[in-house]
């Protein structure tokens, strides 16, 4: 048995196959999903999905936050924005996270401008991209 699996962002359909195993990045952990699993709603976090092919390869997609919808065998992933790991260049993720850290660095660590929050969530969403390209 197979899982049908959707990764939709605003701008494109970035995946659309078939999984005999997908792990989700949700906002209260990673969720393990295979064939059979219950119906569920959950938020996705600003990580990676991992998905299994017949194969038994693994693959990567870096997605950066939105909603996942699993029914009856079939995982719906409604994203802000992704993309497939081994299209994602690692010396641009690499320089994006580098310039993140700099602009964190100008903070202090007890301060909560809006700036600073931005600059984590810059941090998080360049190391899912190197996460992702290196799976």
Do not use: C, Y
Not at 20 to 34: D, M
Not at 57 to 72: C, D, Q, V
Not at 94 to 115: C, G, N, R, T, Y
Request: charged letters at 25%.
């Amino acid at each position: 048995m197979t899982i049908s699996l959707k990764v939709l962002a605003p701008n494109q359909n970035v995946f659309e196959g078939e999984a005999e195993e997908v792990i989700l990045p949700s906002t209260t952990g990673q969720i393990g999903v295979l064939p059979g699993h219950i119906s569920l709603v959950t938020a996705i976090d600003i990580g990676v999905l991992r998905l299994r092919t017949n194969n038994a390869k693994w693959s990567s997609i870096a997605l950066m936050g939105g909603f996942a919808e699993i029914e009856s065998d079939e995982v719906i992933v409604l994203v802000n924005s992704a993309e497939i790991g081994s299209e994602i260049n690692v010396s641009n993720a690499e320089q994006d996270l580098k310039d993140a850290k700099q602009v964190i660095s100008k903070f202090s660590d007890s301060e909560k401008s809006p700036e600073k929050i931005k600059a984590l969530k810059e941090v998080s969403k360049a190391e899912a991209r190197i996460q992702a390209a290196k799976n």
